[in-house]
């Protein structure tokens, strides 16, 4: 009976070793296949985890996911391109401007540029992984990225370049004598401003602080709408108008000129320009007759020189049996249509 005991111990014991080590076994077998799982040699280093390779602090990175090798390459860069357009437009929609009127400084939040300024983004220092075809989901990857620093170096020469141009304007503003000028002057300052901020906001992107250093700068511009208000404030205009018909052309002109900026004086010696409107009929016949009315405006400052000019022609026929009753007829709409261009061409001039 002991030996039988004894044998059965024996057995179990050496059951027991057998299990233990199976176990080891096995449990060193799954831990293998899962360490070559999850690092597998197969793997770039930016899989699937591409923004631990590629950290925000260094790195600006967008990933592609597609179909084939280089609809996935495409698609990475595509989204730079995406990322920087948005961030763009979306800092340039709006900036803050200080205008003054008399003793009164007011704040006001306006638009400096249309959401949609840039179209067209101009990408540089990109570079690319070498794409990867993950089987499993049986897509290609790619991670289009920009080192941070090598692209500022890179871009900053663009950003003083787009400064100086901005600054070599607003002297060129800042030197002209006549008001009218001067406001047309500061209007083309400003349009480069614009551009040397869409500059600064692709530094920023890039290195936030570095740009930082430009905030003089973005000031400068954000003053130039409160300066081209400033000299608009002395484009005072006195209307002389001939060949009128009960004034229809006055009354027009008048409004045209007011709602554009400008300040009416009743006579000449208390304004700083003339504006001489000259209709003509252009008539041809006699009972009845034909006119295809004009208006030509000419804007003078006081030495004399011509600042701005317009034409406008009414190319429809009217017909009326006296000259009176044709001019009642179109000129209405010759006022319409010199409203239209004149305040057109003084929007393009003065930005508005």
Known sequence: MVAYEDFMKKQFSSIYIIILVSTILF????????????????????????????????????????DTEETAKTEAVAQIARYFKTSVNANLKTSIQSVTSGENVSE???????????????????????????????????????EREKAWNQYQPTVENAKSKFYAMKKNAENES?????????????QSGKEFLEKLEYARILDPQKEAAYSENRKAVSEIPALI??????????????????????SSLT??????????????????????????????????????????????????????????????????????????????ILAEESDKSISRELCEIFGN
């Open 27 to 66: 449990s060193n077998l799954l831990a293998s296949c899962a360490s070559t799982s999850a690092s597998s040699p197969n793997f770039p280093t930016w899989f699937p985890d591409y923004r631990t390779a590629f950290p925000d602090s260094k790195y600006i990175a967008q990933q592609g996911r597609a």
């Open 108 to 146: 006001t939040t306006s638009i400096i540029n249309d959401v949609d300024l840039m179209s067209k983004v101009e990408l540089f220092a990109v570079e690319t992984t070498a794409p990867y075809y993950f089987k499993k989901e049986k897509k290609w990857y790619c991670v289009a990225y920009i």
């Open 178 to 190: 006549d008001p009218f000028l001067k406001a047309v002057s500061y209007t083309k300052a400003l």
């Open 229 to 250: 208000a400033s000299e608009q404030e002395n484009c005072t205009v006195y209307l002389s108008v001939s060949g009128d018909y009960g004034n229809i052309i006055s």
């Open 255 to 332: 409004q045209t000129f007011s709602k554009n900026g400008f300040k009416l004086a009743k006579s000449a010696d208390r304004a700083n320009y003339t504006a001489y409107a000259t209709v003509e009929s252009n008539a041809s016949g006699s009972d009845p007759i034909s006119i295809y009315p004009s208006l030509e405006v000419k804007i003078t400052s006081k030495n004399g020189k011509t600042v701005f000019a317009n034409q406008t022609k009414v190319e429809k026929k009217t017909i009326s049996y006296t000259l009176e009753n044709a001019q009642k007829k179109a000129f209405p």
